[in-house]
């Protein structure tokens, strides 16, 4: 009976049978050895072991079309600047800058990276337009007041 070796790179682990190899739960890229092999090979290349990693999807590449995958953390969410501009700026559009920014983190937890890129990229677009809208508005009344102080 054939008994295999593995590494974690810097420990060597076994001898294990092939059943016992099973519990250990390697991945296709760990190291593994055993009497017919010259030398340590990632356990997805030796065919014998093949059996392991059935219902194991291939490992990512770095160089995948997905780039979302590797986030690790949500898009900006807009939603403190949306409250300001809410508050000091212009109520309606700071609204929809509102309800998109709650948008970004519940869809990008529920594994929807675009809808929550989406989300993102109008909630800072309703922001702008609300802080911009607020500033115009703001710029407009103070022309009007000195006016009317002048008169």
């Not at 072991?49 to 219902?55: G, N």
Request: hydrophobic residues 40%; proline residues 6%.
């Amino acid at each position: 009976m054939k008994k295999y070796f593995y590494t974690d790179g810097t420990n060597k682990f076994g001898p294990f049978t092939f059943e016992e190899l099973k519990g250990k739960n390697i991945s296709r890229e760990t190291l593994v050895w055993f009497q017919d092999l010259n030398d340590w090979k990632p356990a997805g290349e030796v065919p014998e072991l093949s059996e392991l990693f059935i219902h194991t999807p291939p490992p990512l590449k770095k160089g995948s079309t997905n780039r979302d995958i590797y986030k690790t953390q949500p898009p900006k969410t807009w939603l403190l600047e949306s409250i300001l501009a809410t508050l000091f700026c212009c109520l309606p559009f700071g609204i929809a800058g509102i309800v998109n920014a709650a948008k970004v983190e519940s869809r990008f937890y529920a594994g929807d990276i675009e809808g929550a890129e989406r989300a993102s990229q109008e909630a800072g677009k309703w922001t702008m337009v609300s802080f911009w809208v607020g500033i115009i508005i703001g710029v407009i009344y103070v022309i009007i007041t000195l006016i009317s102080a002048v008169s």
